[in-house]
């Protein structure tokens, strides 16, 4: 028998300028998109990051009050590494963000203020790859922006922020879901590979509370796996793979 074969992935979209990365919460673009992210601004492009929370709740032996402050510095770090100057927080709770009007309507106006023509959010499905269960912080979050995407170019959908001075922006082209089982598109991680792992580097804090591991030894073993892995349907080049959705 013919063994069956494996998709390849196509290439990212490359015309365009504006891009929005929308995630629950510091380090999730880092773990998989930033290297993506760099080759994007290298080629000028904007990118804007917005996160749904501080990430206050993430780190066992660090309260809260303490927590999201330092986990705000180290994403505001990271962004700079791979030329991202615009960092976002909607303050939502960190750990129960609910999906719903509310999260959408703080999304659309993410977009209605960046007005991008790509936007960026991280797997919104049960799980990772059927194996792993996610949380119901990204499951809401990917869902709502994928969403939010719709919303915010219609006026009659939260019309109060049009109230507030926010146009309706119809010129979302696709939104990209990183971290999906199902990719469609990638990019080549070659290029930023190394500002990648600076980046995620910058999460310290988090990363020596989830790893007993060399914080470095571990950052680039998961970057590099991951990018070797997805450049098997890419040409055999590292990446960055995507799942694209067209508007």
Not at 38 to 64: N, S
Not at 208 to 223: C, I, K, Q
């Amino acid at each position: 028998m013919t063994e069956p074969t494996t998709a390849q992935l196509k290439p990212m979209p490359d015309d365009w300028q504006r891009a929005l990365a929308v995630v629950a919460h510091p380090d999730d673009l880092e773990y998989g998109c930033s290297a993506a992210i760099a080759a994007w601004t290298d080629a000028g492009r904007e990118v804007a990051y917005v996160l749904a929370t501080r990430g206050e709740a993430g780190i066992d032996t660090l309260e809260p009050a303490q927590c999201g402050p330092l986990r705000e510095r180290e994403q505001r770090a990271s962004a700079a590494v791979v030329g991202v100057s615009v960092v976002e927080f909607l303050d939502h709770r960190d750990g129960v963000i609910e999906y719903g009007t509310a999260l959408r309507r703080d999304i659309a106006a993410a977009i209605r203020r960046h007005r991008p023509e790509l936007v960026i959010t991280l797997n919104h499905r049960d799980t990772w790859g059927g194996v792993d269960w996610n949380t119901p912080d990204h499951v809401a979050v990917g869902r709502a922006t994928l969403d939010a995407a719709g919303d915010a170019g219609n006026r009659w959908i939260f019309p109060e922020l049009t109230e507030q001075g926010l146009e309706p922006w119809n010129g979302v082209r696709w939104v990209a879901v990183a971290g999906s089982n199902t990719p469609t598109h990638a990019v080549d991680a070659t290029p930023g590979m190394e500002r990648a792992v600076r980046s995620l580097l910058e999460h310290r804090t988090y990363i020596e509370a989830l790893t007993e591991e060399d914080p470095e030894s571990y950052v680039r073993g998961f970057l590099t796996g991951y990018a070797k892995s997805t450049g098997e349907r890419f040409g055999g080049r590292p990446a960055v793979a995507f799942e694209l959705f067209g508007r």
